[in-house]
């Protein structure tokens, strides 16, 4: 009778290490994973704060008049924002040494990220004047990409990263692009558009008139991976993509 | 009698008849203290870094105001703006160039290296630096791009990109 006493004992104590070392997993496993879903939503944040301020002071940024000069020993300087503008109300697009200073200048501002992070600045216009008379292949009358640069790390042999400058001209709408890159980078971090209003001359019955365009500025940044892949088996920088060219 | 002896038999108290019950019963105690005092451990850690971050976050705001600093005078009006209890901090801002080195964040505390300096004025906050930060204190940095008016400029006042850096420390 003592004997099962005793062994009634030994097994209450045993169902009560087995219940205290489930309750002991379920306790560390829970304090492993405590705060990281706060501490990947305060990351995100910091990174959407990061791309807002970054389009907030490109857009801010005053550039050198001539290209060839430096901003603090240049004779006259511009606002880039006033560049951009002067050079699309008379052709629809920005001018070869405008692409140059918005390049130089996000690649400032971006320096300090620039080790590990690749990243997509665009300008988009929803309308643009004219409207394309073909029309554009996915449809929309109008809307298409002013500018993309696209700076991105091709991993070579022997994870050789070089770091490659591109312009783009995609043809695609722009929910397609940027998804393209936000569906294949790890941690793509994007936020809300800047939208800014240009002005175009439109020749209109052998009349000048002066167009409101609305433009937006993005920015997609992400951690540094290689040439992302896009439709089909092609990469991203092809011409049913993104259509890139690298900058000599 | 002779019933007395049986039972008695093998029974050497109330606790020791339990003794071999009472191991596992000690070992289950000390895997449950033990796991207890791992997730109080781990829940303070968190919660003084998630506390060091916010604080930084809270700083970085309350110095870039409308992300454009005009001059030096603003700059130290955000700063004195800034209030923090029971944490150090260190603001500064630094240039932007092309080719942008990593900031060391003792010598940037400590000795206020690579902290922009217009003529005789350091753009830091708090400017007096009482406290240093060592090299196992608990560390969080913030870095936010803003604009800066530079009246320095050959042409006149330009407006350049330049780096916010906030180190908070404990």
Known sequence: MSAQRGQASITDAFFILLIVSVLAITMASVSFTYGRDVERALLSFYSEDYISSTLRVLLESSVPRFVDENLLTADEVDDLLTKMKEDYANTGTFAEDTKILIKRTIDTILSPRAASYDYMLYFWTPKDYPPDPKGMPHGNESDR????????????????????????????????????????????????SITTLFTRFVQSSGEIEQKDVVVFTGLIIWHTVGILPGKGSESILTESNLNCKLIS | MKRNKICARGFIGPIGDDLPSLVPLVFALVIFFASFYQALSVYNTTKGRFGLVDEALRISHALLGDRQIDNYAEFSQLCTSVNVRGLNFKAGLVELSDSFAPIDIYSFVNENSRIYKSGDLLFACPQEQTERILRDSTVTVHMLPVSYRDANAKSGTVTRPMLMVVVVWE
């Not at chain 1, 696209?150 to 783009?168: A, H, P, Q, T």
């Open chain 1, 145 to 192: 990409f002013i500018f993309v640069y696209l700076k991105i790390s091709d991993v070579g042999e022997g994870n050789n990263v070089e770091r490659k400058e591109y312009f783009c001209e995609p043809q695609i709408p722009l929910k397609e692009a940027t998804n393209m890159v936000l569906e294949r980078a790890p941690e793509a971090a994007k936020t809300r």
